[in-house]
Structures are given as C-alpha cells and as structure tokens.
C-alpha cells in the first residue's frame, strides 16, 4: 500500500517505486556513473573520505533528473542550483554507505529478490514485465537491482543507528490522546499556518546559511508589504507544499514543530511571524491563518482517537503520464462520480495501487498513518465528499472519506496508535540531526573541476 504505512510492503519499497518510474531518487542516478573499471576520469566533483565523486557521476545524475522533470513538464530549477543540491545527495550516500560498510551491514541476495518481487507486486506486475518497464526507462536491470541493494543497505542502517534508538514516553502519548479526542482537548486549540520554507543543506558552509537567510528576509519584507502569501509560497518556497500556498492545514500543537507553535502563539488570525524562524530544514517565514477549538472529550473514561473510513483513485506520474495529463484524468473521473458514478468501480478500473481490488478502500486510518498531503486533504473532508486531486510523493489521488469514528478496541490500543505517531515524527527528526552529525565528522571536499586528488 503506497499511502497508508501499516499497509505499506515497506518504506522502501514504495521509495524504490517510486523512483522506478521517476529515477530522480539520489541512488538511482548514481548507479548510471561512468565510473567503471579501467576508465580515466581526470576530475572530481567531490572528494568523500577515501572515495571520489567524479564530475561524470554528477554531470550524468543532473542531466537524468533534469530530462525526467521536463517529461513531466515541472519546473527545472536553474543549472548551478540543481547541480548543487544533487552533489549534496550525492556526497550524504557515499557517506551514508561508508558508515554501513563500518557497522558490518550487508544485504543478501535472498533480501533483493524479495524486494524485487514486492516493488513488482507493488505495481500490479510479473517480475519479468515491471523488469522491462525498468528497462524501457533507460535503466539496466542490473543498475536497478544494485541501486535496490544500495537502498536496502541504507535503510538497515538507519533502524540500527536511529530508529530503534527512539523512544517514546507514557506521558508524550498521554499528551497526544489529549490533543486528539481527549478531556483536556476542549481547551486545546488546533492552528492553521502557511510557511515559506527556504532550505538550508546538512553540513553548508556559513556563507550558504548566510545566503539562505538572506533570501527568508527577502520573502519575509515583501510577505510585510503585503504580498500574497500563497504566491509567495508557491513561487519561492523549498518546501513539498509549495504548490498548494504553504498551507499546512489544521493540526493539533503536538503535531507541530515546536518552533512553530512557538512563533505564532501570540499572533492574530492572519498575522506574519515578525521573524524568521530556523529550523533543521532552513528558513521559515510563518503566517496564522486562523485558530479553532479541538474536538471535544468523550463522556468515555478512556480518552479517544479519531479514525476515518477513507477511498482513493491513484494515478501514478511517469511512464508517459505527464503532471497534467494525471490531474485532469481524475478531474474527469471526480466529474462522472459526481453525475452518479460509483467511486468504487471507478477505483477498481483505474487506480494504480494495491487497493484497486477492493475499490480503493484503504480501511479505517488513524492520525499520522497516512502522508501528510494525504492526511491534511483527508482531514478537510465531510463524510461522503471528494477531494480535488491531490498530489503526492505517489502521484494524484482523488480521496472520499466514508466516515469518521472513535478508535475502537482497548486503552492499550489507542496507546500503541498514538506511540506510532509519535515514534514516526521523532523518528524523522532524530535521523536529520543524525545524518547531520555524521556529514560533520566525515571529510568532504568539493572540487569541482579540479583534477583527481591522490589518496
């Protein structure tokens, strides 16, 4: 399942879907290097601790991204910046690998032929067709599957370095409870807050940071002198909800970054945080756009968690399919569901998800198993309505929520849903400063046309 995580095959097998049919994910790129025995490569891009990142490698992975961006018909950001940011993916996986390397983890062959057979099954396909999909991209087969190795290794990296580290308190899951559904949630508060992020990369030298600042008061003077701020944010913002002004939606303080909460608790409705806010992203320029009361608490004893019944249509981007041409195929399925047809049988013959079978029904989904642009567009909805296509990592979505209820099942249970949550967000934030920590303690010089330094 792409969109819901306890549905999920794994993280990663919907990543390296993914980026089957967008190889813009930063190992894919990579695995199409030149970088092959007995060639003479005269200049680096990079040098990692004992490795190299030569300038074909990176000349390769920005010219892939950039041609699979204008097939999609999205924006290319300009040359130098793109440049920039890939070599930065790229320098964070050598990095990445290296420490794997240090730590003894390998992944058998055993390991990517069942992630192989999942990514396939993912996509509703025999092995040997989604190969010649693969394949039909302009990547060998044999990339793809060292690039599935390189993702697997990376990703039991992390749940040995961080993700089993986490950990979370009986009193941040009782906190929790009571933002969602619980009798202290008729005090609490729900905010609704656009932001222009302006990214700052891991590890940037200070002139970076500096620019980057800059930049965040640029957009946060023109905010003050009354620009739009939706247009603002889809014009500059470095941010995933770009395109949809910002808009983080209403969510609870506990599923807000802390900074957040902070720099808007003494703002009206549509008032501008007077300052940049700085987060492990970047820059933030923040706006309130309003307040409302949370759900109230249940006469129950026990606190409540709220679940919702929800359907969606996914229509993947790639393979031909552009931005566009996906939107406005759910545009036109939303339309004839509207004039009476059945969301169900619609599902069952277009969406491109493992749901498609049961009509797209994706069951009873509690806070914070979903993607975020999937949740928020969730949340918005009344019982019956249909969204608007709605974009993610995954492609658009058509969404119509079924009904909304109480989470069923023992005080544990509802424990164990909130502990989820939670260990999922802290989780993200522990990885960043982990990735960051280790980009500062390994040796990374960009030299960018300079010849191959000797080892």
Do not use: C
């Not at 069942?114 to 190969?131: E, H, S």
């Not at 986490?166 to 409870?177: K, L, R, W």
């Not at 608007?388 to 995954?394: I, L, T």
Request: charged content about 25%; overall charge negative; hydrophobic content about 40%.
């Amino acid at each position: 399942m792409a969109i819901v995580n306890k549905l999920r095959l794994a993280t990663l097998a919907a990543v390296l879907a993914a980026a089957a049919l967008a190889p813009a994910t930063p190992a894919m790129a990579q695995a199409l290097s030149a970088k092959t025995a007995g060639q003479t490569v005269d200049s680096v891009a990079a040098i990692v601790n004992d490795d190299v990142i030569t300038v074909r490698e990176l000349d390769e992975r920005v010219g892939l991204i950039a041609r699979r961006l204008q097939q999609q018909h999205a924006p290319v950001p300009p040359q130098d910046q793109l440049r920039s940011q890939v070599l930065d993916q790229m320098v964070l996986e050598r990095i990445q690998l290296e420490k794997a390397k240090e730590d003894g983890i390998v992944v058998s062959d055993a390991d990517i032929q069942k992630t192989l057979q999942r990514l396939a099954a993912a996509n509703n396909l025999p092995l040997d067709v989604y190969r010649s999909r693969i394949e039909a991209e302009g990547v060998p087969w044999s990339v793809f599957t060292r690039d599935a190795r390189n993702e697997l290794t990376l990703s039991k990296l992390r749940e040995k370095e961080v993700d089993s580290k986490v950990t979370v308190s009986d009193a941040e899951v009782a906190n929790y409870i009571a933002s969602q559904r619980g009798p202290g949630a008729r005090a609490q508060q729900d905010l609704r807050i656009e932001h222009i992020l302006v990214k700052v990369p891991a590890g940037a030298a200070p002139d970076v940071v500096a620019a980057a600042q800059k930049k965040a008061e640029a957009i946060l003077q023109q905010a003050k002198s009354g620009s739009k701020f939706e247009s603002l944010a889809k014009d500059d913002s470095q941010a995933a909800d770009a395109k949809q002004g910002g808009d983080l939606g209403f969510k609870a303080p506990g599923n807000l970054p802390d900074a957040f909460v902070k720099a808007v608790s003494q703002l009206r409705p549509g008032e501008l945080a007077a300052d940049l806010v700085r987060t492990d992203d970047g820059f933030e320029v923040l706006r309130l756009v309003d307040r409302r009361i949370g759900v109230g608490g249940s006469a129950a004893d026990a606190p409540k968690l709220v679940q919702t019944h929800v359907r969606h249509i996914l229509i993947r981007v790639g393979e031909g399919q552009s931005e566009a041409a996906a939107r406005q195929k759910l545009l036109d399925i939303r339309q004839q569901i509207e004039a009476g047809g059945d969301f169900a049988q619609f599902a069952r013959t277009y969406s491109q998800d493992g749901s498609a079978s049961q009509g797209g029904d994706l069951g009873w989904i509690s806070p914070g198993e979903t993607v975020p642009e999937f949740e928020r567009a969730m949340n918005d909805l009344k019982d019956g309505e249909i969204s608007e296509p709605v974009r993610s990592e995954y492609g658009y979505h058509l969404i119509q929520v079924e009904g909304r209820r109480e989470a069923e099942g023992s005080v544990q249970h509802q424990m164990d849903l909130a502990r989820q949550a939670i260990g999922q967000r802290k989780a993200e934030q522990a990885y960043s400063d982990w990735l960051r920590q280790l980009r500062d303690t390994a040796y990374v010089q960009y030299k960018i046309g300079g010849p191959i330094a000797q080892q």
